[in-house]
């Protein structure tokens, strides 16, 4: 396959494993070109600045099912099968990767594990390093490599697959994925709750400890990011307040006894007001709530992680500054879109220093999730060096010696 | 596809000296030791170095040169720093109950023992994570939340006494894997001693942080990356009821079909776990459940969550087991009951001393379809060798754990077990699977990584055991295979494990 131009970047498409790592092997011993692996191009903007010259590796032919033994439950594809498409493999037999990936329809496996997406369902059901089995990925030389296998327990050398979790394609391009799948339950409901006052959220959401019950995911939004999710839900329900959602899945008894147990519970928090929402109206819910962090039109989003006992005090933060936020309430992960008015660079940094200092150094983390490309290359996507930095700067040099996996970003990753 | 141009030099680990008591550099280094860990702290005597020359692998045996029981990480990190001082290897040990050679000090040196360093130094309930020290207990952690209605879910059959530090090295699993997960599912970050001494923190208390997945590299490292010094985990909220029940079946075939049905079925079962005839007989001999002694197989299966929807689980397991032919279903509804079920379950090993001087655990992974075929084999392999193979393992996983019983005043036995073993695992791999699923690979199995990896992975895994562990200074040898250029062979296998508590 000849490589195409495209602006300023080169694409070339491989059709196996096997040309991508010859590719890269010659391109680490003849033009020494930056590489940036692309899959669905969803996170593109952050993760791989437009305004770099080199070749775009695009993994939409690495396709492919290489082995799905059904009653195992787990399953090899290639890294560029698109979500939507391993869904619909998977959901024929009545199984599914719980991770919740928004625009589906274009992310890919790869993607997701290299930029480390989760959703709602993280809270229960964990995130994509745990169904990661076995991964085989191509390193800046052009060495394939894998590690793990395609059986749900093993410890056989070590675990590769999670460095390359969050490695945002600077490391290795992961060409193949064997995963650990689950059984779909039966079905879903989700139970939303307005209240008045950051306090009272906080309580309840303290209160969930000891709760009879067990969600699958437990969202919050404030007003103005509520009013957003519940017009993209098309359904009905009070947005003027903060907005609590509690999700349930399992046998339909099972649910809708937790749902009604979760209301008779969080009397004591005063909500403002309490509604199930089931069937069709609650997957286009949890669909607007999955889909929120990347729904933005505005010009950044951020993501903070925080320990949840801390997490109202950042949104009470992030509200002030008339941030719309969201966030997997029970994790402490919060997304927010900054506002309109935050119209230049400069806004952008002023709003983040403010945000910063609200974060414990030692257990909160504030990083860039989305973002217009031409901000995005002079935004550190971290705001901090995260534990272990010196490590991965290490673990970067010695699988990409020749620094030719996206390796400007990966240079300006971090404030300095 | 290229020959890896990321390979490094082979390892210079001749150049670690060899200690030999009495020396002036011995001297030299007990003193300083003693520095920091105080007299009480140090062992050097050969008779009391005995007891650390192997841990559950008792095929090899290597005593080291000093024992030190340091009391926090900076003591930790002074020890390593002498230790690179004076140029010797050092490794880390728990509880020593490691099945493939984890904690066998290769080459001698110090042995850094973390049974003193057991605290609980934070439990966060609303944040759901504790921290601990390595040394802890595995069960003790669970029992500290006892009525908190949280728990730390791996549940490795030793956790009464293997600790956290090792169940980290390993990677750990236990019987509740099935639905729970293995140990670095369930660790958020930790505290380590790098093996030049200094001091790291990777991953921490939040859900997740920015960057790589360094915890997650980290876990399952078996002792080759440093000596993990403190351990962020994530507490899991308890079930709010179980149900127990052991089903018997008429043959292994059967059971395994069931196996599948339930899984098919959209049930995870908390345990699916299972005895063979063999061990039902020892089990049977031990505690006297009132296992019928002809049964072929029997399914240990355990459903949790909320009480309303466990009889609909486990009407729908009973409704799938007797379309598989089962013979008998006991149910164990009260704490008591399932109590002395586990107990039967844990303690088979236990049990297996009544039926031999000797036993060798093996450690292989099919995927679970394939369990009627590698047990086949197995009783195959049995019957060629002439050896009593028993299996009680963790079927929903596709773990089987083989368990070979022989004498080992016999030298033919010997050999005997170890050729089957190797046709065992070789036959798991054949179907897919691995050579060990909990167990690690330590010394014991270190040959079979060139039949599983090829030389571009495990260059890539040495790559990035060299950011860690550079000079091999710090639990040398384990893991990955030496080099082909390199003379020095690695432990070869003469006997046989006996033990496994596992």
Redesign the interface.
């Given at each position: 396959m000849s490589p195409t131009h495209s602006g300023s970047l080169e694409e070339f498409i491989p059709a196996s494993q096997?040309e991508l790592?010859r590719f890269m092997?010659e391109n680490?011993t003849t033009d020494q070109k930056q590489i940036f692996p692309v899959g669905g191009r969803t996170s593109l903007s952050v993760c791989c600045p437009s305004s770099q010259s080199g070749t775009q590796i695009c993994t939409s032919q690495l396709n492919r099912v290489i082995d799905y033994?059904i009653?195992?439950?787990?399953i090899t594809v290639e890294a560029g099968m698109r979500l939507d498409q391993l869904n619909e493999i998977i959901s024929a037999e009545?199984q599914r990767l719980p991770i919740d990936v928004s625009q589906s329809n274009r992310a890919t496996l790869g993607g997701v594990i290299a930029t480390?997406t989760c959703g709602p369902r993280?809270f229960s059901y964990?995130?994509i390093?745990?169904y990661v089995i076995g991964i085989s990925a191509i390193?800046g030389?052009?060495?394939?490599?894998?590690?793990g296998?395609?059986?749900?327990?093993?410890?056989?050398?070590?675990?590769?697959g999670?460095?390359?979790?969050?490695?945002l394609g600077t490391?290795a391009v992961i060409s193949q994925v064997s995963l650990n799948l689950?059984?779909?339950?039966?079905t879903m409901c989700m139970v939303w709750f307005a209240f008045d006052s950051y306090q009272n959220v906080d309580r309840a959401l303290?209160a969930l400890?000891?709760s009879?019950?067990?969600p699958t995911a437990v969202e919050y939004c404030n007003s103005k990011a509520a009013r957003q999710i519940v017009a993209e839900s098309r359904f009905e329900l009070p947005a003027d307040h903060h907005a609590i959602c509690v999700c349930y899945e399992?046998?339909e008894?099972?649910v809708n006894?937790?749902a009604n147990q979760i209301k008779e519970e969080w009397k004591e928090f005063s909500p403002l007001s309490s509604q199930i929402v089931q069937a069709d109206h609650a997957t286009r819910l949890y669909n607007a709530f999955t889909e929120y962090q990347t729904s933005s039109d505005d010009p950044v989003t951020l993501k903070a992680?925080?320990?949840?006992?801390q997490m109202m005090k950042f949104v009470e933060a992030a509200t002030q500054l008339n941030i719309a936020v969201k966030a997997?309430a029970a994790?402490?992960?919060v997304f927010g879109h900054l506002p309109d008015s935050a119209s230049s660079l400069e806004d952008v940094k002023q709003i983040l220093s403010q945000l910063k200092n609200k974060l414990d150094p030692?257990?909160?983390?504030l990083?860039i999730y989305q973002c217009e490309s031409e901000w995005a290359e002079l935004l550190p996507?971290?705001c901090s060096p995260?534990?272990?930095?010196?490590?991965?700067k290490?673990?970067k040099n010695?699988?990409d010696?020749d620094q030719l996996l996206n390796s400007q970003r990966f240079a300006d990753?971090v404030e300095t | 596809?290229?020959e890896?141009?990321?390979q490094t030099m082979p390892q210079e680990t001749h150049l670690l000296e060899e200690l030999e008591a009495g020396s002036p550099s011995f001297s030299a280094l007990v003193q300083q030791l003693t520095q920091i860990v105080g007299k009480t702290g140090i062992l050097y005597d050969a008779d009391e170095l005995l007891v650390y020359e192997c841990d559950g692998y008792i095929v090899d045996k290597t005593a080291p040169d000093i024992v030190v029981f340091p009391t926090s990480t900076a003591q930790i990190s002074a020890i390593v720093e002498l230790c690179n001082q004076f140029n010797v290897p050092f490794l880390a040990r728990g509880a020593g109950t490691s099945l493939s050679g984890g904690c066998l000090p290769i080459g001698g040196g110090v042995m850094i023992v973390l049974t003193k360093m057991k605290k609980i130094l934070e439990i966060?309930?609303?944040?759901?994570y504790a921290i601990v020290e390595p040394g802890m207990v595995n069960l003790h952690l669970t029992n500290a939340l006892k009525g908190t209605?949280y728990h730390y879910a791996p549940d490795p059959s030793s956790q009464g006494s293997c600790t956290i530090g090792g169940n980290i090295a390993?990677?750990s699993?236990g019987p509740h894997?099935l639905k729970y997960?293995?140990t670095?599912?369930h660790v958020l970050?930790l505290e380590a001693v790098l093996p030049d001494g200094s001091i790291?923190?990777?991953?921490?208390?939040?859900?997740?942080?920015?960057?790589?997945?360094?915890?997650?590299?980290y876990?399952?490292?078996e002792g080759t990356f440093g000596i993990c010094t403190k351990a962020i985990v994530r507490l899991t909220?308890d079930p709010?009821s179980h149900r127990t029940m052991l089903a018997i079946f008429q043959t292994i075939a059967d059971a395994t079909r069931a196996i599948?049905a339930i899984?098919?079925a959209?049930?995870?079962p908390s345990a699916l776990e299972m005895m063979d005839q063999g061990i039902i007989q020892a089990v049977e001999e031990a505690f006297h459940f009132g296992f019928p002694l002809d049964a072929g197989a029997v399914l240990l299966i355990e459903v949790d969550?909320?009480e309303?929807?466990l009889d609909?689980e486990v009407r729908q397991i009973l409704e799938i087991c007797d379309s598989c032919n089962v013979r008998e279903i006991q149910r164990a509804d009260t704490p008591e009951e399932r109590l002395l079920v586990w107990k039967s379950r844990k303690q088979a090993f236990g049990a297996i001393g009544r039926l031999s001087p000797s036993y060798c655990t093996q450690d292989g992974?099919?995927?679970?379809?394939r369990l009627p075929e590698i047990l086949e084999f197995i009783e195959e392999t049995s019957k060629k060798y002439g050896l009593r193979i028993v299996n009680v393992f963790?079927a929903g996983?596709?773990?089987v754990h083989p368990i070979l019983l022989f004498d080992e005043r016999d030298q033919a036995q010997i050999q005997k077990v170890l050729d089957a073993s190797e046709e065992i695992l070789e036959k798991c791999l054949e179907l897919?699977?691995?050579?060990?699923?909990?167990?690690?690979?330590g010394v014991e199995?270190i040959n079979?990584?060139s039949r599983?990896?090829n030389k571009?992975?495990l260059?890539?895994?040495e790559?990035?055991?060299?950011?860690?562990n550079p000079r091999q200074i710090c639990s040398r040898d384990k893991?990955?295979p030496p080099h082909q250029t390199d003379e020095k062979p690695g432990i070869s296998q003469s006997h046989p494990a006996r033990r496994a508590p596992h």
């Open positions: 096997t790592s092997t680490a033994p009653r195992d439950m787990t009545g480390n993280r964990g995130t390093r745990d390193d030389r052009g060495n394939l490599f894998k590690s296998g395609r059986v749900v327990k093993n410890v056989a050398g070590y675990d590769l999670k460095m390359l979790v969050g490695s490391l689950r059984p779909k339950p039966e303290e400890i000891t009879g019950t067990r399992g046998p008894n099972q006894w937790q992680v925080v320990l949840p006992s997997h994790d402490g992960i030692k257990t909160g983390y990083t996507l971290f995260p534990p272990g930095w010196d490590l991965m290490q673990l010695a699988l010696p990753l | 596809m290229v890896p141009t990321n966060n309930l609303r944040d759901r209605g390993t990677n699993g894997t997960g293995v670095t599912n970050g790291i923190e990777l991953g921490g208390p939040t859900a997740e942080v920015p960057g790589y997945d360094m915890h997650g590299l876990v399952g490292n909220r709010e599948s899984i098919a959209g049930i995870i969550g909320l309303i929807a609909e992974v099919v995927p679970r379809t963790h996983d596709g773990n897919g699977g691995s050579v060990t699923g909990e167990h690690g690979i199995k079979f990584m599983i990896f571009t992975d260059a890539t895994m790559t990035v055991r060299n950011i860690f893991v990955l």
